[in-house]
């Protein structure tokens, strides 16, 4: 506590120092969800890891189109399947004026997978990193791995000895009461520094000259504000009153007030992020339904009935308000070439209720479905519009929509998978298709061993030994094809029913210059003061 | 027994109540015959709502998405077949209205008819009874009452939903509001009938009752509550209008009914989304008849416990 306030303290001293100086530009800007650890392995989640990224850095980095581009790697090559060499940029100082070394790189790749950490998938567990010399690491597999580095731009390095000094090797985790220095405090490569964090509140940043890749800058701001602003109306407020220079996301039922006014635009686009259903396929007997004895959704005609009966342009229209990208296949078409082989079942209400009839539910069936409401765009009118595009097939669904919270605890492996119907959004952190096959299609036992996510346990032998291979295949055309082999299986089967990939939808000042991600990550390092 | 006495007797039900003192102040107040009719209006639309809404909202099979957010009838963009327009979901505003208050109201009568059940016989039974069942009931009476109401019905939804857990909440809810509301409303009955209570058992003719022998039970259930109930049914008028509140604020908060059902307060919650974006209808026009609803039923309150207060004739 003391450390906190003589922190403080001293913050607020440099702050008003720093205010004496010259003309600045300060960016402000409101999310809706909070930045409560600095601690870059806390927690895996988008917001968190994106805004973290601006002050630390890891050896790769994504550009606006996301593409992989070196970080505080300035290249690297696979020197046999299992051997990867990175080399790393030299000349690269932390915050507190450390050089950033091979050992730090080691130390990193041994916390992140430490007790504690949230992002322990970054890297393989029982990949080994050697240090060839201060600015050449390996990285020693068991088995080939092409997509090693995907995940590595939110994967952060560390510096070893300021971590060692101040108590930090051990991960400060999301559940975590107590904090340490690096949950509270930061020290990175990155451009910007943090100055003031008050956790889950605000958070003050500036700029931060010494950065190895300040010669190259792209942005001309000094210092960023940033607010969490919980409720989507006093957000958009926020924004028209010109008190923030971004706020995201903004509702999209009010997109059109804030392109009417004249100061402030809706920056738009799509996000990576598919929505879909998923339909409990495991079970011998379905949860919450007036089916005994058996599960409908075991009959591959059954799924596809559901699969005709949503009219998805419709959701589109008028749920999305134009904001989303109806989709066919569980992952984005940004993250996979071959999207456009892949087709929709057509909205036929008409086939679907054929198809019933011949599953032997002429009349329909009962069923519960599973809706979280406050963690996507319009998640809960989506289930409402589902329910009724269902009754009108003469499937009568029992819609229980749950803040996000309950609605996890209940789905997921840690309530039992106890759904039988539900909707969810996906999006994989490697901006590849092994992981939504991994997660979403691959096997899994009843306690969650295999397809983690699988929630419906969909399960397919085929589809497995296609993710297997996809694993190991280092040559882009091959592997292609093999993903596309796989999706058309899984959409042959109705596995799941994709729906939409959701949109992005951020409020801009005229005066600010940002990009949007589509991974709905902001960079400060893009943004621009007019 | 008197010549008078009997012939009102004979002359029936009606000609007494047009003899009767309330029917006289009911036909002085011109504000109360008003909030009369509207209370009546609005009773017996919510009643009749299968008979007499254009469109049922409940029937799912009937919604069409693309008819939804379209404005009231009058306005540009609107369609005669929805009246005041249509939801998010294509459900039309009208009937939705004539479905939910029948909702809202049937929460409240059941939620008032539960409080006023156990609030008689709680408090019948520490005033006729007095000593340490008086102190334990009416002690748990105050500390009831030091907390809000809203709070107690936040407290016991939360902790029913958690036991029962998920899926059945469309069968679930209404019950759980009932016994919500009516818990946190039982303590002004028990209040009001134990102090009329004390008064009345040491009456000569509870004297009289006891005298002769009758059961504790009979004497309170005959004797003593037929000579409480004026106090009561004011109590119940009025807690009426404010259970129909109630219920719309735990909707509003999402606790309540949830929106494939909805009630006034759930269409209001609704609509609220879509207030800013220009989209008002489907906000106003459930929350104005929230309003009228309320405050009928509130200016009835209001005159029957003038009309019933011998101290006020």
Known sequence: MLLRKSLLGATLLTGLFATQAMAENTFKFAFQGTLKSLDPYSLNETFTLGTLGNVYEGLTKRGPDLQIAPGLAESWEVVEPTRWRFHLRKGVKFHNGNDFTAADVVFSADRVRSEGSDLKTRIPADAKFEAVDDYTVDVVLTSPNPILHYEWDTWVMIDKEWAEANDSVRVTSASDQSATTISLQSNGTGPFKITD???????????????????????????????????????????LSGEMDLVYPIPVQDIKRVEDNATISAKTGPE??????????????????????????????????????????????????????????????????????????????????????????PDGFEVGMDCPNDRYVNDEAICQAVVAMLARVGVKVKLNAQPKAQYFAKVLASGGFDTSFYLLGWTPGSFDSWNVLSNLHGCRDEAGNGGMFNLGGYCNNDVDSLTSQILVEND??????????????????????????????????????????ADNVLMLYHVNMK | MSTDAQELERAGFWARARDSDIWYSFKRSKITIVAAIITVLIFGSAFFAPLIAPHNPFD???????????????????????????DDQGRDILS?????????????FAAVVFAAVLGISLGLLAGYAGGRTDSIIMRIADVQLTFPAILIALLIDGSVRGVLGGIDREQSAFYVLVVSIGLSFWVQYARTVRSSTLVEKN?????????????????????????VMGP?????????????????????????????QPSLGTMIRIGNDFLFSGEWWITIFPGITLAILVLAVNLLGDWLRDALNPRLR
């Open chain 2, 60 to 86: 799912l099979a009937t919604l069409s998405l693309l008819d939804s957010l379209l404005p009231p009838a009058w306005e540009q963009g609107g369609d005669p077949r929805y009246l005041l327009g249509t």
């Open chain 2, 96 to 108: 939705t209205i004539l479905y939910g208050s029948r909702i809202s109201l049937a929460v409240g």
């Open chain 2, 203 to 227: 009456k000569e003719y509870v004297q009289a009752a006891r005298l002769i022998g009758l059961h504790p039970i009979r004497i309170m259930a005959r004797h003593v509550l037929p000579n």
């Open chain 2, 232 to 260: 009561v049914l004011v109590i119940a008028t009025i807690n009426l209008a404010l259970a129909v509140i109630t219920e719309a604020t735990l909707s509003f908060l999402g606790v309540g009914i949830p929106p494939t």
């Open chain 1, 197 to 239: 964090h008050d956790g889950g509140v605000k958070t003050m940043m500036e700029s931060n000259p010494d950065w190895w890749d300040a010669g190259n800058k792209k942005y001309n701001i000094d210092k960023v504000e940033f607010a969490t602003i919980a409720s989507d109306a006093t957000r958009v407020a926020a924004l």
């Open chain 1, 476 to 517: 882009p055309n091959k592997r292609l094809d093999l993903i596309t082999q796989a999706y058309q299986i899984t959409t042959a089967e109705s596995a799941y029913i994709p729906l939409h990939q959701q949109g992005l939808a951020w409020g801009v000042s005229e005066k600010a210059d940002v990009v949007q991600r």
């Open chain 1, 272 to 361: 990576l992020r598919t929505i879909f259903l998923g339909m409990d396929q495991m079970r011998d007997e379905l949860l919450y339904s007036s089916v005994k004895g058996k599960n409908p959704f075991q009959d591959k005609r059954v799924r596809e009935a559901f699969y005709h009966a949503i009219d998805i342009e419709a959701i589109k229209q008028k749920v999305m308000r134009n904001l989303a990208t109806p989709s066919s296949i569980m992952i984005s078409p940004f993250m996979f070439d071959n999207a456009s082989k892949i087709a929709r079942l057509s909205y036929d209400p008409d086939a679907a209720k054929s198809l019933l009839k011949e599953a032997g539910y």
